[in-house]
């Protein structure tokens, strides 16, 4: 079955009028998801996480510092664009949490996929620096509590934000166990993601796109060096950082992909899962900002993984 991993502290999580990582964001999400085609999902609400699983991603100091950042009223910027309000930290420790507790259950054999459905976002998070909307490296973190806690040997992360995942590379990149792939159009925020950043491992593989670029180009790129190498790599695990702002309505990026290239995405990451790992698959929210494309983009997404978890 498929597991949704809901977090609705993530409601509480504030950021100023006119900002594109807001609350209606997960509004959307969440009745898309309440549709009755997704009955079938189970469902839980996702649990705070501990300091602990954050220190698999963060030192103790940038911790406190995140912590010493929240308000108890009103709103903080931590950068220029990321802010903080006073339900922000429960919501990102949720996020955390939820990422883990879906690593727990697929790996545990009681859910075959999952999908995670939170926000504040993750991937932009560095080791020691919040920005680009995000507090935490939540899939990063994921990645290694499957490592640490689980004794994974391989793990894989995909991330197909329309934005770099510098955070996720950042965490992962000295980790020889995580394979790190990210497609990205370039040039775009935050300006890392080049072809030539390749990890302390060999165990980064960037895939830049070009503004205007859509689908047809996407499928070609993934098809000509991303999927093989993931097969190769014979991962355990298959993490996914779902962002959905590489969608042709989308305000902040200029690619043009479409729902049925999401779906064909998920589709075939989850075909690969299929080979090397039992379907073993957690995707987890990042961007995206058209909320009707956003919606309609996670429905799809969450259904392919549906139908594989049936």
Known sequence: MTLLVENPAGLDHLTP????????????INEALS???????????????SESALLLGHPQDYIDHVRARIPESGMAGLDPDTWASPGSWE??????GGCLAAVDAVLAGTHRNAFVATRPPGHHAERDRAMGFCLFSNVAIAAR???????LSRVAVVDFDVHHGNGTQ???????????ISSQQIPLYPGTGAASERGGSNNVLNLP???????????????????????????????????????VD??????????????????????????????RVVSTLEGGYDLPALAASVAVHVTELKERGA
């Open 17 to 28: 009028p006119g900002h594109p990582e807001r609350v209606e964001r997960l509004e959307e």
């Open 35 to 49: 549709a009755p085609e997704f009955d079938s999902l189970t469902r839980m609400i996702a649990p705070m996480a």
């Open 91 to 96: 919501a990102a420790l949720r996020g955390v």
């Open 145 to 151: 509590h499957a490592l640490e806690v689980h004794g």
């Open 170 to 180: 950042d965490v992962l990149w000295n980790e020889p166990r995580a394979l790190f």
């Open 209 to 247: 796109l070009p503004p205007g670029s859509g689908g047809i180009e996407m499928r070609r790129v993934y098809q000509a060096q991303a999927f093989d190498r993931l097969r190769g790599w014979q991962p355990e695990l298959i993490l996914i950082s779902a962002g959905f702002d590489a969608h």
């Open 250 to 279: 989308d305000p902040l990026a200029n690619l043009a992909w479409t729902e049925e290239d999401f779906a064909w995405l998920t589709r075939s990451l989850c075909d690969i899962a299929d080979e090397v790992c039992a379907g």
